[in-house]
């Protein structure tokens, strides 16, 4: 007999009726839904042109993380929160609250809550966040997870194939142009800029080429393939030192694949979906065929600081190029890490306040002419030299957040990455290992880019999926015999 609370009827107390099979099931939506929607709705100013509409992909993360939060709640009265992945949800749980004691010593408690506008990153967002890891370490049936690896692999591809109409047509792109005098056609599909794709993409590859090479089904080994080569190709146009990893690092997965699960050699053969790509995309550029690129190089400090920060967002200053070459890779990364450094000295216990980095760089509140200026957007665009976002999260947590931040979200991560490779020993399942590897591709990724609400939605859910308890289909059938058993039993 259902159970119920007081005199009420069944339907009402579903969440004490409900099963795991029936959580599962509800959590997958919720999960594939975060996986979705940021993307869906960043369709919407990608192909109007409005660069003002970029605040609906904080909405998509927001349906999303409702449903999560939901989702996250019934697991904690279910007791699916249990023992065995206790320290990274209480110290993610550290992280949230570090981060609320952030807010309430930033320069704007506004934009500390709900981010910066276009790119949405607030406290709320890692609220969400935090949910999404909750939902998906409580998930579990095998069937479910599946579902969240197959969403994960096509939005990669959907990803993927969008950057590659905006290169070759110039269509729903922002990034025509690298610099302000050379048409690049640098892809950000759905990602809002190629660098944040480039993640996406180095997460949606490691779980592709894994499923290549050790599903049973041909028919989803070959959708993988395919997938694999449109996002190698794709990630290449987005000229990025973080592309470069992803594609390096779903290589090595593929190798880890195969031996570690003993799979037939010849799946090793996938590996040619990810360079055979890569190296069209490298020729193509070479051939002039791309606006003005007459060869292949990287093009991160153009694009994450004057494309992005400045042009798109004017949530920066323009790039100060006596100080730093924008397009020298290195030298950007040399000088946004140093100049951070600073930052976080000057406030390292509580940080400048969440997506606040460019606040303490400010120098004047006046134009070129003297004028006073009103508008945070102008005050920000006239101080040359200040940017918002460093490529390294764990620095920029540090910065924004304070370090107690950065050490809580090192032991999150850690402790996931600890759990997730016990469950691939254990299990020895392809989902434990597709989801310990992605936790571990964007744990790396996070050492050249930073979290952003199109890729931090990936990274959480498989650093949760990473810690569940999975129980497989089968064992899972077994299961629930014994209960109907038993039940019917009792009812004798």
């Known amino acids: 007999m259902a159970k119920q609370l007081f005199n009420s009827s069944e339907s009402s107390n579903f969440i004490l ?48 993380g409702v449903i999560c939060m939901i989702l996250a709640i019934i697991a904690a009265m279910k007791k699916y929160i249990n023992g065995r992945i206790l320290l990274p949800v209480c110290t993610m749980g550290i992280m949230v609250l570090w981060g609320a004691i952030s807010l309430v010593n930033s320069y704007d408690k506004a934009i500390g809550f709900y981010g910066f506008s276009g790119r949405g990153e607030g406290l709320l967002a890692i609220i969400f966040y935090f ?99 449109v996002m190698s190709m794709a990630a290449m146009f987005t000229y990025s030192l973080i592309a470069l990893c992803g594609l390096a690092f779903a290589a090595v997965s593929a190798v880890v694949a195969v031996f570690a699960f003993k799979a037939p050699k010849i799946r090793l053969a ?41 042009y798109r967002l004017s949530a920066s200053g323009a ?42 760089q400010l120098y004047t509140n006046k134009d ?6 009103t508008e945070l957007e102008d005050i920000i665009m006239n101080n040359t030299g200040t940017f918002d976002k460093v490529y390294n999260e764990y620095l920029y947590t540090a910065a924004t957040r304070g370090i107690p931040s950065t050490v809580a979200l090192a032991v999150t991560i850690l402790a996931s990455l600890f759990i997730g490779l016990r469950n691939v020993k254990k299990k020895k399942s392809t989902d434990s290992l597709c989801f310990f590897m992605m936790t571990l591709c964007g744990t790396v990724i996070f050492f050249v880019g930073c979290s952003n609400i199109t890729f931090a939605p990936f990274f959480w859910i498989a650093a949760g999926a990473s810690c569940a308890d999975l129980i497989s289909d089968k064992a899972s059938r077994a299961n629930e015999k014994k209960t109907a058993k038993n039940s019917k039993n009792l009812s004798k």
């Not at 592709?208 to 080994?221: M, N, P």
């Not at 190089?297 to 992005?308: F, K, N, V």
């Not at 951070?340 to 390292?348: C, D």
């Not at 070129?368 to 200026?373: D, R, S, T, Y």
């Open 319 to 360: 790039p100060d190029t006596e100080r730093v070459d924008i397009s020298d890779t290195f030298d950007v990364y040399y000088y946004l890490n140093s100049k951070t450094m600073n930052i976080i000295s000057g406030a390292p216990v509580t940080g400048t306040g969440p997506e606040q980095l460019v606040f303490p």
């Open 131 to 229: 949910c999404f890891f909750i939902t998906a370490a409580s998930v579990k049936k095998q069937k479910a997870f599946d579902t969240i690896l197959k969403c994960t692999v096509t939005m990669g591809l959907v990803n993927a194939a969008f950057g590659l109409l905006q290169t070759f047509t110039g269509l729903f792109s922002t990034y025509k142009k690298i610099t302000i005098s050379t048409r690049g056609f640098a892809d950000s599909g759905l990602a809002q800029s190629p660098l944040f794709l480039a993640m996406v993409l180095s997460i949606a590859m490691t779980a592709a080429v894994i499923s290549a090479v050790l599903s049973d089904s041909k028919k989803y080994r070959l959708f993988c393939i395919v997938s694999l080569c």
């Open 17 to 64: 009726n409900m099963t795991e099979d029936k959580y599962s099931k509800l959590a997958s939506y919720g999960l594939v839904s975060a996986l979705t929607l940021v993307s869906v709705m960043t369709a919407v100013p990608e192909i109007a042109g409005d660069n003002g509409l970029y605040s609906l992909a904080s909405i998509g993360l927001s349906v999303a």
């Open 270 to 310: 996938s590996l040619l979906a990810i360079a055979a790509p890569a190296c069209a995309a490298v020729l193509i550029v070479n051939a002039g065929v791309i606006g003005d690129l007459k060869s292949y190089q990287l093009h991160d400090g153009e694009i994450l600081w004057w494309a992005d920060s400045f």
């Open 368 to 373: 070129a002419n003297g004028v006073e200026l």
